[in-house]
């Protein structure tokens, strides 16, 4: 029991960090309807200009931990958001209006240059840092097993939470949540009604970007350890979460990326941890038999 | 009344000086976090190292590549525009479909040619396999996307289903490469009827995010299940195809000649390579042969009529879970025999040729192509198998230029290098003659 508790916990960080990847596919998905391949090589990006931020921190003698992380996250998710935009501007803007599979694979070369990239200039070899915060906390303790949460754990779910309440009050309450709604509905239309719809959807970019930024701010907290490849299976992953919730839908990419989570380190901890991906694919693949449009998706409805 | 005015804004110094300062600012801000500051490793600890000097190059390139790739896009867009104002009446000469008629003998002739014109070079003859295996991936995955319209992010795992099993058939049971082709590729196809079957429901990105999935689930597979694969070592000496019984090695087998001596000529490592290359162009150009000749049949037309539109083949009476099903086994066994050639050329496999990257590829060649052009695919094939093989001599940039190329290709033509796209169904004259007739009939 105590065990699975520890598994409960350990799934939540980590659908944490795929969820708030996931919501970049999501909405990317739903306002032009293309997956975004570099989405995941995006969030890697952002994990290495953390691991410049934090090292540029530690030879400056910052002891302060928020500071330090309240500066890490802000310098990445400027720097993140730029990346962002520039794919979007590079790769995808031109191809608007072509046919639906252009920009999929203009959105594959992009993830291989974006890795290359990284590879090149930021050198091969995995980056450690030293733990940024240390320790935790017992909550139950059994003769055979004791539960403990990580600070760092209860920073990634409690920081997920309030990037959650943050965006959904953008998406619901602002002036530029309702652009972008409008145009996820009819893109002709909301330019007609005089919403820049060019800007709209590079704002979009940037803002699944910040997203992914602080998850990888999260992960290089949490791991203390990357490398340039991380990028591809946590963008499958999130793309999967995204697809699970039923993608286009922002709870569905939440509720995907916990569930992948959950099952990932279950699975891990109670099966065979080296088919963890396999599990994580087949239970997509169930799901989408069951309800195609996934979990919280709106079945599309097709008119002749 | 009116009249179409070809009119365009000039575009003075001070807007494209502007422009390219822009872009030069926004390629420092890109260039500040991965170029100019890079973390490396001081004894135990990161430490940051700055390259400011290689950054205000980037940034300086990065202004003038743009004003020049401005100025190119400008005078082009002119030239285009007087073009059009010159002739918007005449004619465009040859058409386009008997250009890339042509073309396509004239590869066939040089495809032939080629390894009687390097028959010493071992490079250029290895090189024109790897393009040869490409197209025939290309075209066996053409069935699937670009003719039945089926988004499939997976295909290197029937390539990777032909590969093992030729080569654990022949290194656990002796199999040669004629006999265990047919099986192969028909346990490729069953594997593509096994993954269609219960994905049918599913359309556009979620068909291709499962086969994605699928294709990671073979290669996790292959990589853990040690007893039946050997894991991330691989399969090694997996025998080489024969010619009618003759081998290509140095000293014959017990009883057995080789085809050297056979042919009484010296022994040479080439004549294998050699052999492999005009084994593959055999396969690829069957592979043609056979998925032309589906196009002109039913199940070909009901594939394109498919991937037109769903509800209306549904709304004809077609059963469209046949028809994806036979575009997914057919894709798959044409993805089997490749890998079956592949496993067989190199001697020696492992889960590492089977990544997604591969499948990417794969795709990124049918689609850059031109999609349902089966010339489209062998030009995709060679530019993309060439780049790489271009940047050899800076390696390091290979990738690199390649997700560029990929990019640029894409952004630069849309739909594909040669994206003619014909109905292969018209109304015949009869039909035309028929319409006529109504409409004289109605006057």
């Not at chain 1, 795929?18 to 995006?42: K, P, S």
């Not at chain 2, 073009?83 to 008629?101: E, Y």
């Not at chain 2, 597979?221 to 024969?242: A, D, K, M, Q």
Request: some cysteine; charged content about 15%; overall charge neutral.
């Amino acid at each position: 029991m105590a065990y699975a508790l520890q598994q409960l916990i350990n799934g939540l960080t980590l659908g944490s960090m795929y969820g708030l990847i996931a919501i970049g596919y999501t909405m990317v998905y739903g306002i032009i309807g293309m997956i975004n391949f570099a989405h995941g090589d995006i969030f890697m990006v952002s994990a290495f200009i953390a691991v410049t931020a934090f090292t540029l921190l530690a030879a400056a003698d910052v002891s302060s931990i928020p500071l330090a992380l309240t500066f890490v996250l802000i310098v990445s998710i400027f720097f993140t958001s730029a990346y962002g935009w520039a794919v979007e501007r590079i790769a995808y803007r031109p191809l608007r209006g072509s046919t639906r599979l252009a920009p999929l694979i203009s959105a594959i070369g992009m993830s291989i240059f974006l890795q290359n990239t990284v590879q090149l200039t930021q050198g091969a070899r995995v980056k450690p840092i030293p733990p940024v915060i240390e320790g935790g906390f017992e909550v139950w303790s059994t003769p055979d097993f004791t539960v403990q949460v990580g600070w760092s754990q209860l920073l990634i779910i409690v920081i997920t939470v309030i990037m959650m309440f943050a965006f959904t009050w953008l998406i619901t309450q602002t002036p530029f949540g309702r652009q972008q709604r409008s145009c996820e509905q009819d893109r002709t239309m909301a330019s007609l009604l005089g919403i820049n719809v060019d800007r709209t959807i590079s704002f979009t970019f940037m803002l699944g970007a910040s997203l992914a930024a602080v998850a990888g701010v999260m992960v290089t907290v949490y791991y203390g350890v990357i490398d340039f490849y991380i990028g591809f299976l946590a963008g499958i992953k999130a793309f999967t979460a995204a697809v699970l919730g039923g993608i286009g839908s922002l709870p569905g990419a939440m509720l995907g990326g916990l569930l992948i989570g959950l099952i990932e380190s279950f699975w891990s901890a109670y099966l065979w941890a080296e088919y963890k991906d396999v599990a994580t694919f087949a239970i997509l693949c169930l799901v989408l038999m069951l309800r195609p449009s996934g979990l919280l998706g709106r079945p599309e409805v097709e008119k002749v | 009344m009116s009249t179409v005015v070809f009119a365009r804004h000039q575009v003075t110094a001070t807007e494209r000086f502007r422009d390219a300062g822009w872009v030069a600012f926004v390629a420092l801000i890109l260039g500040i976090p991965l170029i100019g500051l890079t973390t490396v490793d001081g004894g135990g600890a990161l430490e940051v190292e700055t390259r400011f000097g290689v950054l205000a190059i980037f940034v300086v390139v990065s202004f003038v590549g743009r004003l020049g790739l401005r100025w190119l896009i400008d005078t082009m867009g002119a030239r285009k525009l007087e073009r059009l104002r010159d002739d918007s009446n005449k004619s465009a000469g040859i058409s386009p479909v008997k250009v890339v008629n042509i073309l396509g003998w004239i590869a066939l002739g040089a495809s032939i040619a080629l390894p009687i014109m390097y028959s010493d070079n071992r490079y250029v003859v290895d090189t024109a396999t790897t393009v040869l295996i490409y197209v025939m991936l290309g075209w066996g995955l053409n069935v699937v996307v670009g003719l039945a319209g089926l988004l499939d992010l997976g295909y290197v795992a029937f390539y990777a289903v032909g590969a093992y099993s030729y080569a654990l058939l022949s290194t656990q049971y002796g199999w040669g490469f004629w006999e265990a082709l047919p099986v192969s590729g028909g346990l490729a196809a069953t594997f593509g009827i096994l993954l269609g079957y219960p994905i049918l429901r599913l359309r556009g990105d979620y068909l291709a995010i499962v086969t994605l999935g699928f294709g990671e689930i073979i290669r996790i597979i292959l990589v853990n299940w040690t007893e039946f694969s050997n894991g991330p070592n691989g399969i090694s000496s997996i025998p080489r195809p024969s010619l009618f019984g003759l081998d290509f090695t140095r000293s014959p087998a017990e009883g057995e000649q080789t085809f050297a001596s056979f042919f009484g000529i010296e022994y040479s490592p080439m004549h294998r390579l050699i052999f492999l290359y005009y084994l593959i162009l055999v396969l690829a150009l069957l592979t043609h042969a056979f998925v032309s000749r589906l196009r002109k049949l039913p199940i070909g037309r009901a594939w394109e009529a498919l991937r037109e539109d769903e509800i209306a083949c549904q709304a004809m009476g077609m059963n469209t879970t046949n028809i994806k099903l036979s575009a997914f086994a057919i894709g798959a066994m044409l993805g089997g025999f490749a890998g079956m050639f592949f496993a067989a050329r190199q001697g020696f496999i492992s889960p590492e040729s089977f990544t997604f990257t591969e499948s990417a590829i794969i795709l990124a060649i049918v689609v850059l192509g031109g999609m349902g052009s089966q010339m489209g695919v062998v030009l995709a094939a060679t530019l993309l198998v060439l780049i790489p093989e271009f940047g050899r001599n800076f390696s390091e940039y290979r990738m690199l230029l390649f997700g560029a190329a990929m990019v640029l290709i894409m952004v630069w033509k849309p739909s594909g290098l040669l994206s003619h796209r014909e109905p292969t169904l018209r109304l015949s004259r009869g039909g035309a003659a028929i319409n006529d007739a109504v409409k004289e009939a109605a006057q």
